[in-house]
């Protein structure tokens, strides 16, 4: 995708900010996972920091400064990667600006395409996914420590000796509880972007709060634009002022799919609050 190709998943939609370059951008980087879930991050004999989880402390207190070294280690096989591809990025740097109309959210990541690595594609229609996903209330466990991590789990699809019926998960997850993340995600290839949310199980359609998403690539970088209105239907968490939400975000690049993407830690995102990304009024 070359040039700057500019795809729209929908026609009419609220207005983003004219000019981005105004606004604030939180600096986040994405690492390589390899094969580290939840159940690995919360076992103390394997993973150091499984103790000061237990105490509240956040996976970003401990990892933030050093993702970009975490992602090279697991990607060359060294740890927690038992089929390492040749060539993966280890790591990708992101830009992330949020602004709000009062009626609807907007986020923007931003961040330069990797070399590719020459492995087979394993996701042919699209070069590139992005993801991003909200909680409210710190019900999912684990949410407000480490992000999206609350959802990984050693037993599902594409994790070794996991069952490929299975997705994403989370404990005890229940629509009707209010345990769940929010999930949005946009496809470049397809494009085409899907509100869904991860419960009992990963569910990608839905949702009625995306109004839509946009995504291109020029001069080697990547951006998508999402438009969230604040309230919706199933899955959709309901978004206020004055607060804030937990928030983590991955990108599937080199048409990779499953577990072999690029994630966050856990960061919160507040509208009209002070957080790691905080979304103000335009």
């Known amino acids: 995708m070359a040039g700057a190709l500019l795809l729209t998943t929908q026609a009419a939609l609220a207005a983003p900010p004219a ?26 004999t394997e993973h150091g920091g499984a103790r000061a989880l237990k105490k509240g402390e956040t996976c970003a207190d401990c990892h933030s400064e050093e993702a970009g070294d975490m992602g090279k280690k697991i990607v060359g096989g060294a740890k927690l990667e038992p089929s390492p591809i040749a060539g993966k990025a280890p790591f990708i740097n992101a830009r992330v600006q949020a602004a709000h109309d009062g009626q609807n959210l907007y986020l923007r990541f931003s961040w330069q395409q990797p070399a590719a690595s020459g492995a087979a594609k394993m996701d042919a229609k699209n070069p590139v ?8 209330g710190a019900q999912v466990e684990l949410a407000e420590q480490g992000g999206c991590w609350g959802s990984c789990h050693n037993g599902v699809r594409t994790m070794p000796g996991g069952d490929e019926q299975k997705t994403k998960y989370v404990k005890d997850g229940s629509l009707a509880a209010g345990v769940y993340y929010d999930l949005n995600q946009w496809r470049s290839g397809e494009n085409k972007a ?28 990547w ?46 995102l507040g509208i009209d609050a002070e957080a790691g990304i905080t979304a103000k009024r335009l």
């Open 19 to 44: 000019d981005w370059n105004e606004l604030p951008a939180t600096d986040i980087t994405l690492f390589y996972p390899g094969v580290s879930p939840v159940e690995w991050i919360t076992k103390g």
């Open 223 to 268: 951006s998508v634009v999402f438009t969230r209105a604040f309230a919706g239907g199933q899955g959709d968490v309901t978004l206020e002022p004055g607060k804030v939400y937990n928030f983590g975000f991955a990108i599937h690049d080199d048409h990779a799919s499953g577990r072999y993407h690029h994630v966050s830690l856990g960061y919160q």
């Open 194 to 221: 899907y509100d869904g949310h991860i419960a009992e199980a990963r569910v990608m359609e839905g949702g009625s709060a995306l109004k839509g998403a946009t995504g291109g690539q020029n001069g080697g970088t």
């Open 129 to 136: 996914k992005l993801a991003y996903m909200l909680e409210a």
